[in-house]
């Protein structure tokens, strides 16, 4: 069988440049400037060893629904963090909105999720709770 290895998550945007420095300011992601094979503009980010590429939508598109919790496709991002309550608090003071409060799930595992632009949901995860 063919082996395969991660390369990139592809997010799409009316405003890569808006929603790169969202995640420049909210989660330190070094924002990447590259060119499409097309030859278009294309803001990338490395988000801790993620590659994530920002395609330009035209203004008018519309964000995908997702009634009552139910998703197709990506359903969110997941960021591994220590101390996740302090996270949080940092992230609060930047002006994050969460959707779920730090919470624990299981003994050791507490979780949080942030909505980042486009309605994308960012999950923190902090596996190294005592």
């Known amino acids: 069988m063919a082996e395969f290895s991660y390369d990139h998550v592809h ?23 590259s060119v499409m094979s097309n030859g278009i503009g294309r803001t990338d980010m490395n988000l801790g060893g993620v590659m994530i590429f920002l ?30 309550d302090a996270v949080c608090d940092e992230l609060k003071a930047k002006g994050a909105e969460f959707t779920v409060e730090p919470k624990t799930i299981r003994p050791g595992v507490r979780i949080a999720f942030v909505r980042g632009p486009q309605n994308v949901l960012i999950e923190l995860l902090d596996r190294d709770v005592a």
């Open 11 to 33: 997010l799409r945007s009316p405003d890569p440049d808006a929603t790169a420095a969202y995640y420049e300011r909210m989660f330190g992601a070094k924002i990447i400037k």
């Open 55 to 84: 395609a330009q939508t035209p203004p008018d598109s519309e964000l995908s629904d997702k009634p009552e919790g139910s998703y197709v496709g990506l359903d969110h991002l997941g960021l591994r963090v220590r101390n996740i």
